[in-house]
């Protein structure tokens, strides 16, 4: 379970990105984050990363509270998914994208081989192993940033905007994809159609907080 509470964040130029914002994911569920441009999907996004520090308010996962010592072990537990695939591809080929995060946590190199294996398995991308991103579609990209996460073994998915650039076919991969992914998931997306059918629940932000929240089409 994650669970925010009174969380607010401040930009340096004093603006609240969050304020004093209470949230909870539960156990098995997909939530979608909706709202305006600058209603702070993208920065709830990266508090919970860890990217972004809290001015106030604390971000819990299960018995873990967020903090500098905590910060390594919280990332494994949570993965984000960038909006644009080309900020988490740049090794040369696909398979060094995968493998990166579990190197810079100092996994065993057998580890991460059979961790970067697996996962280009479960997302039936593994002839792009030995593929550069330069030369991949749009649809190809976000399967491969999704696997940069996945072979991290999070037990939180977080998505900042997964059909941006996606024509439909790619669009209805990314779909059946989440769908039989069983991580708890938040979702950041302009596209209601799609948050109703990967998502139990609608939070809606309006200026850092939340304003409403129910499940789709209630």
């Given amino acids: 379970m994650l669970k925010l509470q009174n969380v607010t964040v401040i930009y340096p130029d004093k603006t609240k990105a969050i304020d004093n914002l209470s949230f909870t994911l539960n156990a098995g569920e997909n939530v979608a984050l909706l709202g305006d441009n600058g209603a702070g999907k993208t920065s ?39 909006q644009n695939p080309d900020d988490q591809l740049f090794m040369p080929f696909i398979y060094d994208d995968i493998a990166f995060g579990c190197r810079n946590f100092g996994m065993p190199e057998e580890q991460i081989e059979a961790r970067v294996e697996e996962t280009l398995s479960q997302l039936n991308i593994s002839h792009l192993r030995n593929r550069s991103s330069l030369k991949l579609s749009c649809g190809e990209k976000r399967m491969a940033a999704i696997a940069t996460v996945l072979a991290m073994n999070p037990s939180i998915l977080m998505f900042d905007e997964p059909t941006a650039y996606l024509d439909q076919k790619a669009r209805r991969l990314l779909v059946d994809t989440l769908k039989n992914l069983q991580h708890e998931k938040i979702i950041a997306t302009h596209d209601i159609a799609f948050a109703t059918e990967v998502c139990d629940r609608m939070v809606i932000l309006k200026n850092g907080r939340v304003e409403n929240s129910a499940a789709p089409n209630s």
């Avoid at 308010?57 to 984000?80: A, H, P, Y």
């Fill in 44 to 82: 709830l996004l990266l508090a919970i990363a860890g990217v972004l520090e809290l001015a106030e308010g604390t971000i819990e996962i299960d018995d873990m509270q967020l903090s500098k010592k905590t910060l390594n072990e919280f990332r494994k537990r949570v993965g984000l998914v960038f």
